[in-house]
C-alpha cells in the first residue's frame, strides 16, 4: 500500500532543509571571517610592520602608555575589538573600543597613565598590570584574551 505524505510533513521537510542551508552558510561564514582576520594578524606580526605602536611618556613622577594598533576586517562579518585594564591604585587607563565593516580599518587607541611611577624604578617590568583584549565576530563568536599591559612599559618605549 502507498503511503501519502501530509502536507505538514512536506512542510516540515522544507523547514529542516532551509535550517540546514541556513547553518552551513553561517558556519562557513563565521569560519572565512574569522581566518581572515587571524592571518592578516599574523602576517602583519611576521613582516615586521609597525601596525602597532607603543610609546612611553614620563612626566615627573607619573608615567602614561599610549597604545595604537592598527586593524583591518578582512572577513565577512564585523568586527568588534576592545582593549581594558582592571583599576588598581595609582592607575588609570581609557580603554579603546572599535568597530569594523567588512573590509574597513581604523586604529585602536588605547592609554594607560601610572600616577607613580618612580616607585617602579629602573624596573618596569616588575609592574603587572591585568588587561582584557576582547575580539568579536559580530554576533556570532568572542575571544578574550588576559594580558599584561606592564610589559608594554618596558617594551614600548618607542
Do not use: W
Not at 541556513?22 to 609597525?50: M, N
Not at 595609582?90 to 600616577?115: D, Y
Amino acid at each position: 500500500m502507498k503511503t501519502e505524505h501530509t502536507t505538514a510533513a512536506g512542510s516540515l521537510r522544507a523547514v529542516a532543509l532551509a535550517i540546514t542551508v541556513v547553518s552551513i552558510v553561517t558556519f562557513v561564514a563565521v569560519g572565512y571571517s574569522a581566518y581572515s582576520d587571524v592571518s592578516g594578524v599574523i602576517s602583519v606580526s611576521r613582516s615586521g610592520s609597525s601596525a602597532v605602536t607603543a610609546k612611553t611618556v614620563t612626566s615627573g613622577n607619573s608615567a602614561t602608555l599610549y597604545l595604537n594598533a592598527s586593524i583591518a576586517n578582512g572577513g565577512l562579518l564585523p568586527l568588534k575589538v576592545s582593549l581594558s585594564c582592571q583599576s588598581q591604585p595609582n592607575i588609570t587607563c581609557t580603554p579603546g573600543s572599535l568597530t569594523l565593516a567588512p573590509g574597513q580599518s581604523g586604529v585602536l587607541k588605547f592609554q594607560l597613565t601610572i600616577a607613580n611611577a618612580t616607585q617602579f624604578g629602573s624596573n618596569p617590568s616588575s609592574l603587572h598590570i591585568n588587561g582584557t583584549l576582547i575580539a568579536e565576530l559580530v554576533p556570532f563568536a568572542t575571544l578574550t584574551v588576559g594580558v599584561d599591559l606592564g610589559s608594554l612599559l618596558s617594551g614600548g618605549g618607542g
